[in-house]
């Protein structure tokens, strides 16, 4: 009987904080094409809170290769601060973990970054570290010297229109956080319907093979359908 009060009370405090808390809802649905994996899908659930300045969410995500079926991907829990100015513009720091086991390979990987967020107007800058972790049952190999980046221009400015159209340079995104001198070429664009609240997000990204990787993997573009839901 103890231990059922205990739950139940435990319950209620996390029902009574996720109230509190405002709340994305989103999902992901991509579809990629690369020179050794060839086509595949790549579908992704992800969830976000927000209380006061702090932040919370996690993603988790599925693959599907042709001829190799299904199988889990992914997976991303992450927490920030966001400061905002008196003019508007904002400062975001967040802290990630990333967990990606790869079964051809049998390699998982699990990458930890810090990286901090500067977010104007018409544009956003994002500058950070992390820390890359493969292994399988018999060796290891451990990175320590990566730096991210991500930079985004905006058409218009974000916070007095419903839709737009920016252009992103960058060496990581949720659930993908490979060599770091890999650079990823992304547009997208974005529309915000206000009552209920829904972003819908179209995305198209290629990736070339990088500095040291020409010979394993040319290219990759991929092309990403998002809704999120705020609420």
């Known amino acids: 009987m103890r231990k059922l009060i ?59 290769h042709i001829g190799y079926g299904c199988s889990f991907y992914g997976l991303q829990a992450k927490g920030g601060y966001v400061h905002i100015f008196e003019d508007g513009h904002q400062l975001e720091g967040v802290l990630s973990y990333n967990y990606s086991p790869y079964r051809l390979s049998r390699l998982n990987e699990h990458v930890w970054a810090l990286y901090a967020s500067y977010k104007y107007p018409h544009i956003s800058v994002s500058l950070g570290y992390q820390i890359r972790h493969l292994h399988d049952a018999t060796t290891s190999h451990s990175e320590f ?42 547009i997208r664009a974005q529309y915000r319907q206000r009552e ?33 839901w705020h609420y």
């Open 6 to 64: 205990v739950i139940l009370i435990f319950t209620l405090i996390g029902c009574h904080t996720l109230l509190a808390f405002d709340q994305q809802l989103g999902g992901e649905l991509r579809v990629g094409n690369s020179w050794d994996n060839d086509t595949y899908l790549q579908e992704s659930v992800s969830w976000k809170g927000l209380l006061h300045n702090w932040s919370v969410g996690g993603i988790a995500g599925i693959r599907q």
């Open 145 to 186: 010297s990566n730096c991210l980046y991500n930079i985004e221009a905006y058409v218009w400015d974000r916070s007095k229109v419903p839709y737009n159209l920016y252009f992103q340079v960058h060496n990581f995104e949720p659930l993908r956080i490979e060599r770091t001198t890999n650079v990823m070429f992304s």
């Open 196 to 228: 209920p609240t829904l972003d819908y997000n179209l995305r198209f990204t290629f990736e070339p093979a990088g500095v040291g990787n020409i010979m394993f993997n040319h290219y990759e573009w991929r092309t990403a359908v998002c809704i999120v």
